[in-house]
């Protein structure tokens, strides 16, 4: 028993467990005696039964090659079980250390921390932080003879610092703009790498080759800290730290969601200055590095001490074509210093932000131009015609993707009439949109013609077809004129358009479906339809019908039931109002149904009475002023106009006889009361009239001067078989506009 407890002594002792230290406290394990020869027998034995213990120990952990040393002398097996219940406790004892977090600061999970990698990061901070001696498995005793444990500890620390870059930059890659990047990086290093950072920006940030213009200037992006860092959040910390010269954590500026002070700080960086340097060496310095010291005092300014030793690391942030910006790691007293190798670390970080920052940057001009060509492509506003109301909604496929190939638009056309179209491009990227454009422009030129629906959609099909033989679209085209009531639509492959009734019925019309814009050889069908007063019809695009999870017609008939219910919430006897209509539908959209562009487009029709229309034909004779001057003001006498009498005269008077002029064929002369006076002129002639300054010796050219005075508003415009001249004159006393 007494060899057994000899020889567990010295694998124990060994193992790291404490013992006493020296040769006198050595020689007291052994008993005295009076044989000198035994005595070294018997100290011959328990070291051979020590190394018979050490060598499986050293084979575990990788200590040493296995198959040296002596093997066991007697008693081996006990002092192999002691052995090994002491390395057991000292295995423990090093967990617990470690599990402590000895220098580490607790932190949540998600919260500035490298998120995948919060155990390699709380290894990290424990690995910079100071260690009693024996905990981080450095080998007890005297450290004579092996490998010591110092050695294991600095390739652990090593390899976890890696582990830690790895987990870094993929939480700074995740970001896609730029405030994300910058908070990536930001939550990443602070406070496992350091214990405050400040980022700093170019302002402006230069976008790919563009060469900044004027000075440089940094603008303090973001910062982060801890709050507390040890003594330094207390007022009693952060008094001695200012007067020891280090810089006062507690006082640094926070900007972003957390942040204290809600204006960025600016640093102009001066030619040939210690700063400029610095950012032109690109690689990080230490604070404490020749000319590094000036640069971090020009940089935070004078308001902020700059920390002494290697307490700061200035990381230039270099993008693909010059710097971007630097980024300021800093470390409180309390924390070990930065080592050489964690320059190599910043390094890595800032070289992940700055190329991270770069493609941002330019992701953001790419969307941004983008968006401005989606925004130029669709109408800004929609025009106001007589007898209909319009609204209209856009939403992209995507956030991130804000360009697609769906397109609305409503055209006036002569006769109080109004287009209504509606069209989808394949697809929805940036040549999409650039094709939605062409044809859009197409379609407007087309109206302008007046065109029948069904011949719009054929010149459209062959415009497409010189596009590019992929060049493919649907497209519904349809015509209202509110003086008849009634509304002609043509379709090219589109969903058919649904009718609100005004008693709360919604109707999917039948339009026969036609082929897509684009396959070239096929005629399109129109169909003419009622379209009574109070009835509001919806055009949209398939993207609100149609989605991974439902098929277009059971979208259509959703689409149905929800215009029906939304009208018997407003009452059958008026129609719902018509922007609170379209959000309504758009709310039927589920989170999987954002698959596809979406374009929409209502028409309330309102229409013109009967009774607030006179209409007449005048034969191309020298009398036709004449007697169109009487049919006027027979027409204001009835409807109680006759404040209007003379001005409606001269006006009717001078177009009737430029038209009489030209005309082969008889004159239409159209008078509409709505909201304003709107005459209406036509004849055969296709050439329209251009107002011109006429000379003292002229005898005609003042007609259509006396018009642009006199009218609110006019206009020319051509006709497939002639022409349309019109003008308005605003209604007196209570008909007027407001």
């Given at each position: 028993m007494e060899a057994a407890a000899r020889s567990a002594a010295g694998p124990a002792a060994s193992a790291g467990l404490p013992r006493p230290r020296g040769k006198a406290a050595a020689s007291a394990d052994v008993p005295p005696t009076a044989d000198p020869g035994r005595a070294r027998a018997r100290d011959g034995a328990a070291a051979r039964n020590a190394a018979g213990a050490e060598q499986p120990r050293a084979r575990e952990?990788?200590?040493?090659?296995?198959g040296e040393g002596d093997g066991p002398a007697r008693g081996g097996k006990g002092a192999a079980r002691d052995g090994a219940a002491a390395r057991n406790a000292a295995r423990a004892h090093r967990v617990r250390g470690e599990d402590t977090g000895h220098g580490a600061v607790p932190r949540a999970r998600g919260e500035g921390g490298a998120g995948d990698g919060d155990d390699t990061t709380r290894r990290l901070a424990d690995a910079d932080a100071p260690r009693p001696r024996g905990e981080g498995g450095d080998t007890a005793g005297d450290g004579k003879g092996g490998t010591t444990g110092g050695e294991v500890s600095a390739a652990r620390r090593e390899g976890d610092r890696l582990r830690f870059v790895g987990a870094a930059t993929r939480r700074i890659a995740r970001g896609i703009d730029l405030d994300e990047i910058v908070l990536g990086l930001c939550r990443a290093t602070v406070?496992?790498?350091?214990?405050?950072?400040?980022?700093?920006?170019?302002?402006?940030?230069?976008?790919?080759?563009?060469?900044?213009?004027?000075?440089?200037?940094?603008?303090?992006?973001?910062?982060?800290?801890l709050r507390p860092i040890?003594?330094?959040?207390?007022?009693?910390?952060?008094?001695?730290?200012?007067?020891?010269?280090?810089?006062?954590?507690?006082?640094?500026?926070?900007?972003?969601?957390?942040?204290?002070?809600?204006?960025?700080e600016l640093c102009e960086i001066r030619s040939g200055g210690p700063l400029a340097e610095v950012l032109r060496g690109v690689r990080p310095v230490f604070g404490s590095a020749a000319g590094a010291k000036e640069a971090l005092a020009e940089l935070l300014g004078s308001e902020h001490p700059v920390p002494r030793g290697n307490r700061a690391v200035l990381a230039p942030l270099r993008g693909r074509r010059r710097v971007i910006g630097a980024a300021v790691f800093l470390r409180s007293p309390e924390r070990p210093a930065f080592e050489q190798n964690d320059l190599l670390v910043a390094a890595q970080l800032a070289t992940h932000t700055a190329l991270g920052i770069d493609k941002a940057v330019l992701y953001g001009r790419e969307a941004y131009i983008a968006d401005e060509l989606q925004r130029t492509m669709l109408p800004d506003s929609l025009p106001q015609p007589t007898g209909v109301r319009l609204a209209s909604r856009y939403l992209p496929a995507a956030e991130t993707a804000r360009v697609g190939g769906d397109w609305y638009d409503a055209i006036p056309?002569?006769?109080?009439?109004?287009?209504?179209?509606?069209?989808?491009?394949?697809?929805?990227?940036?040549?999409?949109?650039?094709?939605?454009?062409?044809?859009?422009?197409?379609?407007?030129?087309?109206?302008?013609?007046?065109?029948?629906?069904?011949?719009?959609?054929?010149?459209?099909?062959?415009?497409?077809?010189?596009?590019?033989?992929?060049?493919?679209?649907t497209c519904l085209y349809a015509v209202y004129d509110p003086v008849s009531h009634r509304i002609t639509i043509a379709n090219a492959g589109h969903p058919p358009p649904v009718l609100l009734h005004l008693g709360g019925r919604a109707e999917v019309l039948r339009v026969p479906p036609g082929a897509p814009i684009g396959v070239g050889g096929v005629d399109f069908e129109a169909v003419e339809l009622d379209a009574p007063a109070g009835a509001t019809l919806l055009l949209y695009t398939d993207g609100l019908v149609e989605s991974r999870l439902r098929d277009v017609w059971t979208g259509i008939e959703l689409l149905r039931e929800r215009l029906a219910t939304t009208a018997q919430l407003t009452g059958l006897d008026h129609p719902p109002p018509l922007e609170a209509l379209c959000d309504d539908v758009l709310d039927m959209l589920g989170p999987g149904d954002r698959d596809d562009d979406i374009a929409l487009l209502a028409a309330r029709f309102d229409g013109i009475a009967p009774s607030d229309v006179a209409y007449w034909f005048l034969d191309p004779e020298e009398t036709a002023p004449g007697r169109a001057r009487r049919f006027a003001r027979r027409a204001l006498t009835r409807w109680g106009l006759e404040e209007l009498s003379d001005s409606l005269e001269l006006l009717v008077s001078e177009v009737v006889t430029n038209a009489v002029r030209y005309a082969e064929r008889p004159v239409t002369l159209r008078l509409l009361r709505t909201d304003v006076l709107r005459c209406e002129v036509g004849d055969d002639s296709p050439q329209l009239p251009r107002q011109r300054r006429a000379r003292d010796t002229d005898e005609g050219g003042r007609g259509l001067f006396l018009v642009n005075r006199m009218a609110r508003r006019w206009g020319a415009t051509r006709l497939s078989s002639g022409k349309v001249v019109w003008f308005e004159l605003p209604l007196p006393g209570p008909h007027e506009r407001r």
């Open positions: 952990e990788g200590e040493g090659p296995a406070p496992t790498f350091s214990d405050a950072i400040l980022v700093y920006l170019r302002d402006p940030l230069p976008v790919g080759d563009e060469r900044p213009v004027g000075p440089v200037v940094l603008r303090l992006r973001r910062t982060d800290r040890d003594d330094l959040g207390t007022v009693e910390g952060a008094g001695a730290a200012g007067a020891a010269g280090e810089l006062d954590f507690s006082q640094l500026p926070l900007l972003g969601p957390q942040g204290d002070l809600p204006a960025a056309l002569p006769g109080s009439r109004v287009a209504l179209v509606v069209g989808d491009v394949m697809g929805h990227s940036m040549t999409s949109a650039a094709i939605m454009g062409q044809l859009r422009t197409t379609a407007q030129t087309l109206a302008q013609l007046d065109l029948p629906p069904a011949e719009v959609l054929h010149h459209l099909d062959e415009q497409a077809q010189r596009l590019g033989s992929d060049r493919m679209a």
